[in-house]
């Protein structure tokens, strides 16, 4: 059983920068492909980005492409999401999931395991 837990969200304003981190236990993380989720209230949850296990392959959603950069320390069985120049449209609970898998990574099904979330708050 692997556990996360996801922190770094808070309230910012248009153009700002966080950096988002989600914390693994439980499991051996470098197993694992990772990947960031996305939910607006109201909303479906969305792909955002995924890493693969040895932090060579990274995939992003389009909306993010070039804004979001997501990475991985495995010694620190942590994965974490950098996100710049952030609009008001990026403003969602943001969630991690660990995939033992590893293929399907853009989507909610590809994940074996999920954190509580964190909540991004973008303001205009």
């Known amino acids: 059983q692997v556990q996360l837990v996801e922190s770094g969200g808070g309230l910012v304003q248009a153009g700002d920068s966080l950096r988002l981190s989600c914390a693994a236990s439980g499991g051996t993380f470098s197993r694992y492909s990772m990947g960031w989720f996305r939910q607006a209230a109201g909303k479906e949850r969305e792909f955002v980005a995924a890493i693969s296990w040895s932090g060579g392959r990274t995939y992003y959603d389009d909306s993010v492409k070039g804004r979001f950069t997501i990475s991985r320390d495995n010694a620190k069985n942590t994965v974490y999401l950098q996100m710049n120049s952030l609009k008001p449209e990026d403003t969602a609970v943001y969630l991690c999931?660990?995939?033992?898998?590893?293929?399907?990574?853009?989507?909610?099904?590809?994940?074996?395991?999920w954190g509580q979330g964190t909540q991004v708050t973008v303001s205009s």
């Open positions: 999931g660990a995939s033992f898998r590893g293929y399907g990574l853009g989507s909610r099904n590809g994940y074996d395991y």
